[in-house]
């Protein structure tokens, strides 16, 4: 089962990273909450999580630093 998971969650992260490399955040966010959300926020979202999703692991955030 966690071999599952893991697949279908890089499956998604691999599909994600060109929008968030582009910024293109708008295009893979839920249309429910898409008028909900601040722009300045979604920029915030995502740069934490570009840097959670490094390729190299001891240049990713810590836990600690993303809810700091």
Do not use: H
């Not at 691999?14 to 293109?24: I, Y």
């Amino acid at each position: 089962m966690l071999e599952i998971i893991y697949i279908f969650s890089t499956m998604i992260l691999e599909q994600a990273r060109p929008f968030l490399k582009d910024k293109r955040l708008l295009e893979i966010l839920d249309p429910r909450i898409d008028s909900s959300i601040d722009s300045e926020q979604l920029y915030w979202i995502g740069l934490v999580t570009q840097k959670c999703l490094r390729d190299n692991p001891k240049k990713r955030l810590t836990l600690d630093k993303v809810i700091a």
